[in-house]
């Protein structure tokens, strides 16, 4: 079966620290890929997606992914975080020539230290 | 508001009880998703549903029931409510990226 791996399932940064959240995806045809964040108490929210085109994707509030096709990956980035980055982050792959679903990771809860 | 709503927010109920939890979405969106979310799970697809009158299982569709007579409405219904079925219930539509609901939380004692 397909799946979407997300290897941190915990992250605890300090404030103005880097931070690189990894997704690797199973399916080797044609892929949507999408980061959303879910702030605490609060429904998911799309951060960036990529379709098609330049594979580094710039998303909201500083976030940015890079598609390497090769390797599988979407990774999210952020070079500097902030207390407000605290939250789960979800990567989640649309297969386009297989079916309409979306395929989730687990999460990875990630807690920035003031 | 153009948007997706979920009603009940917060609901608690007893064991063996029917439960319908409603999403609405005002888009007119053709795919919509009902997904639970649970510590260590993540989220988990209970049903879909690709168009008006067209629904299919997901990944853990046992003890709910869901129905779609008009594209922007999408219930979802427990029949019997199970301890196990304590969950965050999200519903979601779709049209290239996927849009949440606010959530319901839901227990059942």
């Known amino acids: 079966a397909q799946s979407v791996s997300q290897h941190n399932h915990h992250v605890i940064l300090s404030e103005a620290a880097s931070l690189e959240l990894g997704c690797n995806y199973s399916?080797?045809?044609?892929?949507?890929l999408f980061w959303y964040v879910q702030y605490p108490g609060q429904h998911l929210q799309l951060l960036l997606k990529?379709?098609?085109?330049d594979p580094l994707v710039k998303g909201i509030k500083g976030f940015e992914a890079e598609f390497i096709k090769s390797k599988f990956s979407f990774n999210l980035r952020k070079p500097s975080v902030q207390w407000s980055d605290t939250a789960e982050y979800f990567c989640?792959?649309?297969?386009?020539?297989?079916?309409?679903?979306?395929?989730w990771g687990a999460g990875t809860k990630l807690i920035i230290k003031p | 508001d153009a948007g997706i709503t979920q009603s009940p927010r917060y609901k608690i109920t007893e064991t063996g009880r029917q439960v319908t939890l409603m999403c609405h979405q005002t888009?007119?969106?053709?795919?919509m998703f009902w997904y639970r979310q649970d510590l260590g799970h993540g989220l988990r697809l209970i049903y879909y549903?690709?168009?008006?009158?067209?629904?299919d299982k997901g990944e853990v569709p046992d003890g709910y029931v869901v129905s779609r007579s008009k594209t922007e409405n999408f219930p979802l219904t427990l029949e019997s409510a199970t301890r196990s079925q304590t969950s965050v219930y999200f519903c979601?539509?779709?049209?290239?990226?996927?849009?949440f609901g606010p959530g319901t939380r839901l227990t059942v004692l």
């Open positions: 549903s690709a168009a008006a009158d067209i629904t």
């Open positions: 989640a792959v649309i297969q386009i020539d297989s079916n309409y679903q979306l395929i």
């Open positions: 399916y080797g045809g044609t892929v949507n």
């Open positions: 888009w007119s969106h053709s795919y």
């Open positions: 990529y379709f098609s085109g």
């Open positions: 979601a539509s779709r049209e290239g990226e996927q849009f």
